[in-house]
């Protein structure tokens, strides 16, 4: 009997263990045929952690979308419960009915809120479908500019419209006197949200999402653990705003704060501190190279990341391209902040 009695207070005691993965993303490697399409008809979202009882996250399939390989799309996370459904980002816009569907396999609360951590469109593409379902959206002026006045294409060309009803409404700004300065706080379901606007890191637009009694930050894509670091400079992003970023959020996490980013591993505030040093490491060396009058091509050739190619997963030579020619492109003449956006200098 004693026996028998133990099992259910043993189950309770691990319930109450968070974060509790669920479907852990995936580690690769994985190759794409030339030519490859991503097919989003085979791309399944699901739970694949859950922070508390009421906050649960999402991501999409592994190994079909070679935009994100380790699991399709940006996380989302949803906190729910009497008070309706607060949304972080919506997943891409092609499986936004499955993204819905995910949401109500736990619950059936109406849609109220969504905030948008940055622009891309893994985090905003279903913005208008979850709009349409009840959500104000939430996110810094920068973001919306962008939206309204996206960056010109590759070619110079302008992209197509926005879809009006996927523009954020309910919107803030980055107070550089405050960082870490919540601009909006929920009290929603039980928990306290705080959306806080960051400075120009991976965006210009960039917002962190605190929950406090379940004690998650939502950091989005400043910090990634597969593939290289990636700031959007011409949305207006920075990679020595990624280095102010991590350190922001040394200052707010506590050392068991879950820290939950868009792409690869849940992770705590100490595992940022090797990604910072890698960036700082970097920026060095690509000024002693710009400064000594190297092209771009010379400094891909000096294969900068070869040191940390065995700890990145995902670490594909365009990543680390991508990566180089940022910081190439930062640490000398590196063009203002415009309504949220840059007009960075073209390579072929
Ligand atoms: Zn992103």
Do not use: C
């Amino acid at each position: 009997m004693a026996a028998l009695a133990a099992i259910p207070m043993l189950l309770s005691a691990q319930q109450a263990e968070y974060p509790v993965t669920i479907i852990p993303t995936g580690k690769g490697p994985y190759t794409f045929p030339p030519g490859y399409q991503t097919p989003w008809d085979r791309i399944e979202i699901a739970v694949t952690e859950k922070m508390s009882p009421n906050l649960f996250v999402l991501h999409g399939s592994q190994g079909l979308d070679p935009a994100h390989p380790d699991a399709s799309g940006g996380r989302a996370m949803v906190l729910f419960g009497p008070d309706g459904v607060l949304m972080v980002d919506t997943e891409n816009r092609q499986v936004a009915d499955k993204t819905l569907k995910a949401i109500r396999s736990f619950t059936d609360a109406p849609i109220k809120v969504l905030v948008n951590t940055h622009i891309h469109p893994d985090h905003t593409g279903a913005n208008a479908f979850f709009a349409r379902q009840g959500a104000v959206i939430f996110s810094q002026e920068n973001l919306r500019t962008e939206m309204l006045h996206p960056p010109l294409r590759a070619d110079g060309q302008a992209g197509p419209a926005p879809d009006m009803a996927g523009i954020p409404v309910a919107i803030y700004n980055h107070n550089p006197a405050a960082p870490g300065s919540p601009a909006v706080t929920f009290t929603m379901n039980g928990e306290t949200v705080d959306l806080i606007p960051m400075m120009p890191s991976h965006t210009a637009g960039d917002t962190i999402v605190r929950f406090r009694k379940a004690d998650v930050i939502y950091i989005e894509d400043f910090y990634r653990n597969f593939g290289y670091p990636f700031a959007d400079q011409a949305n207006g992003g920075s990679v020595k705003g990624m280095l102010d970023a991590i350190d922001l959020i040394e200052k707010i996490a506590g050392s068991g704060t879950t820290l939950v980013p868009g792409h690869g591993t849940l992770v705590k505030k100490g595992d940022l501190l090797p990604y910072r040093a890698m960036l700082v490491d970097i920026l060095a060396k690509v000024k002693t190279l710009r400064d000594q009058g190297r092209s771009p091509q010379d400094v891909l050739a000096a294969n900068l990341t070869a040191p940390y190619d065995k700890t990145t997963q995902g670490d594909t030579q365009q990543s680390k391209d991508r990566f180089i020619t940022e910081v190439y492109d930062e640490v000398k003449d590196f063009p203002p902040l415009v309504d949220g956006k840059r007009t960075m200098p073209r390579h072929q």
